[in-house]
């Protein structure tokens, strides 16, 4: 059932967890069940996310988490056969702009799931929102001004240095040096770990005392940046890459002469397929992560044993667990809506969407933002049985507002 590649404690986990996880998955399903004689037309549900470009690494994971609980839910959304039309966003911003107006235009999608990159979110919602489209994305999120018709099933861009900064703060026994990509989503991510590491008493050792960002998506020798790391004198690196700039930059951290300092990071440099890539490179990174594949209920239980049975017995990463949470979303929403079934009615019954049982354990939307309220784990890579796995070691705060 499961291959020498699954991390001894998930294993036994999933074996443990089996009976009750598929029993889980049956009750899911029946929501979609009841609504199914109304309506047997298939409907169009659009997923954008990267399969070009510098986060190609990252896009499979979401389009394999939401295929995944439509293949474990007879193929259906709220009772409704899915016809799920995919688009390449490729390096995000432009490039996704007629793909989602297609999606719109000519697919006529009732919603629109997935997306992984800042620029993608900032070009795409505006449209689909003059359409009253909703947008369930599973990638990082930047502010938006009109967040009426994006719901976001990940986090707000923010909150993973957000929970991470406090923790350094507190155990760090001197100055950390920050890095990240430069553009919107790197300013972001920065800006949650600066903004709570200083409140918290920490200091950087960056020049200036400002966090370094680094061409994007171009950078592919971070040797020279870390030579800084090792001349400042801190005490350990936060940063936030993600794809093929996490494997870069963790490759040649473990071959600098900064490979002693510890590197913290933002859960997405050792997610799903880039640490496969990175290798024995990232043994021992510490991140933060709102998901982790051991968290122990039954519907986590239930996603981890259909990832794993399906992926010869894999972790499932964080960023196909948005995706799963999308589906769910949207089939709860699409069932709610019953024979009213538009774009509109979808996005109002998300809104009043309360409580959302999910791998990741309870969470909500927030009112305001639109983003989860939820906890964020503390979690270090290490070898689990004959695999590397990110492992739990720890909680975070509870973000979202």
Sequence with gaps: MFSSRVPARLRAFVVVGAVTALAAAGCSSSTSSKSSAKADAPIHIGLITALTGSNKALGPDHLNGFQLYLDNHGGKLGGHTVKLD?????????AAVPVAKKMIEQDHVLAIAGIVATPTIQAVVPIATAA??????TGGRPTVKDVSHLWTMSFMSTDPGGAMGPYMAQNVQGSVYAFGPDYQGGYDQLRGFTDSYTKAG???ANDGGKPTFT??????????????VKASGAKAIYCFYTGQNAIDFVKDWSQSD????????????TEGGTLKAEGSAANGIITSMNYSPDISSAANRAFVSAW????NGEAPPATAMYSWDAASVLDQAI??????LTPEAINAAIKAMGQIDSPRGTWQLSADTHVPVQKWYLRKVEMDGTALANVKIGDLATIGS
């Design 86 to 94: 995919v688009g390449d966003e490729a390096n995000g911003g432009s």
């Design 132 to 137: 009253g489209v909703p947008v369930v994305n």
């Design 202 to 204: 920490g200091k950087l």
């Design 215 to 228: 061409p994007f998506p171009n950078t592919s020798d971070f040797t020279p940046y870390l030579a800084k």
């Design 258 to 269: 900064a490979k002693d300092i510890p590197l913290y990071a933002a859960g997405f440099i």
């Design 308 to 311: 794993s049975q399906k992926y």
């Design 335 to 340: 069932a709610k809506a019953g024979s009213n």
